[in-house]
């Protein structure tokens, strides 16, 4: 069962990680490895939802890092991909390497977060009004700066089929 952070907890985190004065316990990890834990903690959510969570890799995905704060970036992703993706619809996770980038992806067929709206969606407290859903509105904003910490990038953009959102990170 997944556990859901504690605005309190999250706030915690993301004080933490301020990018300006956190280091990163930099070590090479297989980023695989980790995303392959956090999808399987998500998995019995996304059954009971209906929701066809899966995860494909064409490289290991050898990075540095800190594989703590990439598992809070991956569980925070998908744990935003299952819950906004409605039941029926489907939630990949992937690990892509390009040239010497590897890409981390999280494609989903739920609703989205309109173009508009991108920027603001990894401030602090973002909600998606009207979603009916829970949380704290703080997973996209932690998510980000655990991306800057390691050199990277959140991007949310439409997904593969023009519906939900793709969010990279690389």
Known sequence: MCVRETITTSLLVLSRIDPEK?????QQIKLSAVVSERV??????????GVDLGFEANDEGLVLGDATLLGVLVRNLVD?????????GLVDVRIKRIGSE????????GPG???????GAVSRFYRVLGSGEEGSGLGLSI??????LHGASLTLED???GEGLGGVNN
């Open 143 to 148: 998510a980000e700066r655990i991306a800057e």
């Open 102 to 109: 590897v890409l981390l992806q999280i494609v989903d067929t």
């Open 22 to 26: 956190t280091p990163v316990n930099q």
């Open 159 to 161: 997904g593969d089929t």
């Open 40 to 49: 399987a903690l998500h998995a019995p959510v996304a059954i009971r939802k």
């Open 80 to 88: 935003n991909a299952v819950r906004y993706t409605p039941s029926g």
């Open 113 to 119: 977060i309109p173009e508009e709206e991108r920027k």
